[in-house]
């Protein structure tokens, strides 16, 4: 029943700059927590960032200062502002949520190509 729809992502030159967004189709106010995962080829899916119902937010060693997860609660949206963009970074993008029933919905994915 939960959508998310995820736009944002595209090709972009090492160094460069994208915003990830991710709309829900219920309000933020019925999450636990919301994050972004990423999946390389052949790789396993990774957390990227989380953020919780409380505001805190914890992230990848990976992209430790370069990333950054918000939220606007009035758009029931949430962000993911990445810079300083490495080819390592390529990556289908994920959003997801979980609510506070303890389901999780994903999106269907928004691929980044970072070249160098």
């Known amino acids: 029943q939960v959508q998310l729809a995820e736009s944002g992502g595209g090709p972009v030159q090492a160094g460069g700059s994208l915003r990830l967004s991710c709309a829900a189709s219920?309000?933020?106010?019925?999450?636990?927590?919301m994050g972004w995962y990423r999946q390389a080829p052949g790789k396993q899916r990774e957390l990227v960032a989380a953020?919780?119902?409380?505001?805190?937010?914890n992230y990848a060693d990976s992209v430790k200062g370069r990333f950054t997860i918000s939220r606007d609660n009035a758009k029931n949206t949430m962000y993911l502002q990445m810079n300083s963009l490495k080819p390592e970074d390529t990556a289908v993008y994920y959003c997801?949520?979980?609510?506070?029933?303890?389901?999780?919905?994903w999106g269907k994915g928004t691929l980044v190509t970072v070249s160098s």
């Open positions: 219920i309000s933020i106010f019925s999450t636990d927590n």
């Open positions: 953020i919780t119902s409380g505001g805190s937010t």
């Open positions: 997801k949520i979980r609510l506070i029933n303890g389901m999780d919905y």
